[in-house]
């Protein structure tokens, strides 16, 4: 797909590195039409998107990271000519985490840019090992985990992506006003959490959101 416009989402197309520079060189940034040479496969190439004009050797990682060694993400740009970015949908220490529509699949999926820091890479390798073993473990969706797709490299930052998942439960609390749940309902969220907390424990995993009272 060429772009957000023009594509079908239904319909999976990918084109070769000659076709992109033939036909979108202009649309493409200095860095980006060097980039592409190291990718076999080019689903989306941003066109719409305002750009960082990317500068080797140029502080920040090229220009691409602000001074924390977060990735500036742009809505309608690329990552990894792939995935193109719709929406910031989450933060913390790690880096960001954004929703993205995978134009290989057609799929919408979340994106995790973990910072351009060395504990942080090593901290997302952990994280990337546990993950694996746990989608293993809950290939039925039978202990509610969020499952990892993919994992990969761009710019410098190790990149995670993950099933879309709905709104978060602060975020739901947020939507009630403030009013707090059933009885009932409450009684299904903590079923859910318990069965998941019975898998970490099977495969002695602590999630380091779990803070003793």
Known sequence: CYNSQSCSHSIV???????ALRHFR????????????DYKELWYLGLG?????????????????????????????HIAYRYEILAIIGKGSF????????????EKVAV????????FY?????????LDTLREKDE?????????KEYFYFRNHFCISFELLGINLYELIKKNNFQGF????????????????????????????????
């Not at 039925?140 to 990892?148: F, I, L, S």
């Not at 318990?194 to 602590?206: F, G, P, S, W």
């Open 13 to 19: 197309v990918f084109f070769s590195k000659p076709e």
């Open 140 to 148: 039925d969706n039978t202990y509610n985990v969020v499952h990892m």
């Open 49 to 77: 998107a305002k750009k960082i004009e990317g500068h080797p050797d140029a502080e920040n990682n090229n220009s691409y990271d602000d001074d924390h060694g977060s990735y500036k993400k742009i809505i309608s740009d």
């Open 112 to 119: 995790k840019i973990i910072r351009n820091k060395k504990r």
């Open 182 to 213: 059933t009885l009932s309902l409450i009684r299904r969220f903590t079923q859910c959490i318990l069965r998941c907390l019975q898998l970490l424990y099977t495969e002695k995993i602590i999630h380091c959101d779990l803070k003793p009272v």
């Open 122 to 130: 090593n901290q997302a390798l952990v994280e990337v090992n546990i």
């Open 95 to 106: 880096g960001h985490v954004v929703k993205c529509l995978d134009h290989k699949t057609g």
């Open 26 to 37: 202009s649309q493409l940034t200095l860095y980006e039409q060097q980039e592409v040479k």
